[in-house]
């Protein structure tokens, strides 16, 4: 792998055509520029606001059951005329309450187990959100590189074309009576030339994704570092399909969502059944009176009382709710069903995808090594006027290509390693890189 960092090195020496400035003058590391916008970018804050009210909303349902506390003042006069009496008073009264529920058959603990799985579920959609920002970024940040690697390489094998072709001119007209390989150089020329400007267009396109992503302005690609991937990462990445899918049905997201709708609605359900039965409430209630009855004098009233109601009317009123929450049930089940289907799908893929980026890059690595030593193969044969330049162009275009495929490859590996974590739920931003090490990608199991 240093052979092959030395041959880019070498190889990339033209940088003019991907400067553009950044107010940082700093190493932007693809750490550094995570942690930038981890906590303030709209999808992780909205993501935070969710699981803040599901939290407060399970302490709304908990309140079902404190104390309804309340007092109640009057305040007045009764002016009574009759023939054998006239009177004339004011009058206060005091009442104390305190009214507390006891039993509900059920409706609202399972309420507060719903509200706790909601709660739970918005921490994983938190999770869900700082992950896919975590691949977004990563991909935007690598991409942007491996984008200014390709050009950079298409700029390199254009000027080398140019001096090895002796051609600075591509047009030519109709019937000029060109040399064949006079033509063939000036194809390659204008084929090279073609390859610089697509390559050109998608960096552009790669600098605008990165300044979105990352909010920023501007960028200079000489900033950006490739990530090493961390040693953690590396050692929680599964050793076989059948170790990833067994830890997705474990611990992916979309799947433990999936099966607390399905407790949900078994909740729900419980609730709808909570509606057959009875309710048990309790009440205390003190009142001090001052002449509330026309005495002219005070007294006081105590009461206290429990309170069992039965819902006859709930035998007919309730069951089409019930039925319907019996329905969801049955369809929480179903989706459940379909979400380990889908979950053991993604986990195959997501490890088919790494395994293919390893031994890619491995092939890559190889593919580059061999490029080059063709390439000094030729550059030697032509000086000793053992082979003509078509040759070295030749062994040019397919460094030029082998080096464009060692960059796609060394990216896809890091990302691939980020997106089979995030299948199985233990991708963490703490991961993301290992920042001790300086060098370039560690493909190390």
Do not use: C
């Given at each position: 792998?240093?052979?092959?960092i030395?041959?880019?090195n070498?190889?990339?020496a033209?940088?003019?055509?991907?400067?553009?400035?950044?107010?940082?003058?700093?190493?932007?590391?693809?750490?550094?520029?995570?942690?930038?916008i981890?906590?303030?970018?709209?999808?992780i804050?909205?993501?935070?606001?969710?699981?803040?009210?599901?939290?407060?909303?399970?302490?709304?349902?908990?309140?079902?059951?404190?104390?309804?506390?309340?007092?109640?003042?009057?305040?007045?006069?009764?002016?009574?005329?009759?023939?054998?009496?006239?009177s004339?008073?004011?009058?206060?009264?005091?009442?104390f309450?305190?009214?507390?529920?006891?039993?509900?058959s059920?409706?609202?603990?399972?309420?507060?187990?719903?509200?706790?799985?909601?709660?739970?579920?918005?921490?994983?959609?938190?999770?869900?959100?700082?992950?896919?920002?975590?691949?977004?970024?990563?991909?935007?940040?690598?991409?942007?590189i491996?984008?200014?690697?390709?050009?950079?390489?298409?700029?390199?094998?254009?000027?080398?074309?140019?001096?090895?072709?002796?051609?600075?001119e591509?047009?030519?007209?109709?019937?000029?009576?060109l040399?064949?390989?006079?033509?063939?150089?000036?194809?390659?020329?204008?084929?090279?030339?073609?390859?610089?400007?697509?390559?050109?267009?998608s960096?552009?396109?790669?600098?605008?994704t990165?300044?979105?992503?990352f909010?920023?302005?501007?960028?200079?690609?000489?900033?950006?570092t490739k990530?090493?991937?961390?040693?953690?990462?590396?050692?929680?990445v599964?050793?076989?399909m059948?170790?990833?899918?067994?830890?997705?049905?474990?611990?992916n997201?979309?799947l433990?969502?999936?099966k607390?709708d399905v407790?949900?609605?078994?909740?729900?359900?419980?609730?709808?059944?909570a509606?057959?039965?009875?309710?048990?409430?309790?009440?205390?209630?003190y009142?001090?009176?001052?002449?509330?009855?026309?005495?002219?004098?005070?007294?006081?009233?105590?009461?206290a009382?429990?309170?069992?109601?039965?819902?006859?009317?709930?035998?007919?009123?309730?069951?089409?709710?019930?039925?319907?929450?019996r329905?969801?049930?049955?369809?929480?089940?179903?989706?459940?069903?379909?979400?380990?289907?889908?979950?053991?799908?993604?986990?195959?893929?997501a490890?088919?995808?790494?395994?293919?980026?390893?031994?890619?890059?491995?092939?890559?690595?190889?593919?580059?090594?061999?490029?080059?030593?063709?390439?000094?193969?030729?550059?030697?044969?032509?000086?000793?006027?053992?082979?003509?330049?078509?040759?070295?162009?030749?062994?040019?275009?397919?460094?030029?290509?082998?080096?464009?495929?060692?960059?796609d490859?060394?990216?896809?590996?890091?990302?691939?390693?980020?997106?089979?974590?995030?299948?199985?739920?233990?991708?963490?931003?703490?991961m993301?890189?290992?920042?001790k090490?300086?060098?370039?990608?560690?493909?190390?199991?």
């Open positions: 792998m240093t052979s092959i030395s041959i880019l070498k190889f990339f033209i940088m003019a055509i991907v400067s553009f400035t950044l107010t940082n003058a700093s190493a932007d590391t693809l750490t550094n520029m995570v942690n930038q981890i906590d303030s970018h709209e999808d804050v909205n993501a935070k606001k969710e699981l803040e009210e599901a939290d407060r909303d399970i302490t709304d349902e908990l309140l079902a059951y404190a104390p309804d506390l309340s007092v109640k003042y009057e305040s007045g006069r009764n002016d009574k005329y009759a023939a054998s009496s006239t004339q008073l004011n009058f206060d009264t005091w009442d309450t305190w009214k507390q529920k006891i039993m509900d059920g409706a609202t603990l399972n309420g507060i187990r719903n509200k706790q799985l909601e709660s739970e579920k918005s921490e994983l959609d938190f999770i869900t959100a700082r992950n896919d920002l975590l691949i977004e970024a990563a991909d935007a940040y690598l991409g942007l491996k984008a200014g690697e390709k050009l950079e390489a298409s700029v390199a094998a254009e000027e080398n074309t140019r001096a090895t072709s002796g051609q600075e591509i047009r030519v007209q109709v019937g000029s009576g040399a064949s390989d006079v033509l063939k150089a000036k194809r390659q020329l204008a084929s090279a030339q073609k390859t610089v400007i697509t390559d050109e267009k960096f552009k396109s790669a600098v605008f990165f300044e979105k992503i909010k920023v302005d501007a960028i200079e690609t000489a900033n950006l990530p090493r991937l961390s040693p953690d990462a590396l050692a929680l599964p050793n076989s059948e170790e990833t899918v067994e830890l997705a049905l474990t611990n997201r979309d433990m969502k999936s607390m407790e949900i609605a078994r909740n729900d359900l419980n609730v709808a059944l509606g057959f039965g009875p309710s048990v409430d309790a009440e205390l209630k009142s001090d009176k001052q002449d509330a009855s026309h005495t002219g004098g005070n007294h006081n009233e105590e009461q009382k429990v309170t069992v109601e039965f819902p006859l009317s709930g035998l007919y009123m309730e069951m089409p709710g019930y039925l319907n929450d329905s969801a049930l049955d369809r929480a089940i179903n989706d459940l069903a379909v979400k380990e289907r889908d979950t053991v799908k993604i986990a195959k893929e490890w088919i995808e790494y395994s293919n980026a390893r031994t890619m890059l491995s092939y890559s690595e190889n593919e580059a090594t061999i490029a080059q030593e063709l390439l000094a193969i030729a550059q030697k044969e032509r000086a000793a006027d053992q082979t003509d330049a078509a040759a070295v162009l030749s062994a040019e275009e397919t460094l030029e290509s082998s080096l464009k495929d060692l960059s490859d060394s990216m896809s590996l890091v990302t691939t390693v980020y997106e089979i974590l995030d299948v199985i739920n233990l991708l963490d931003p703490s993301i890189e290992n920042t090490v300086e060098g370039t990608f560690n493909t190390s199991s």
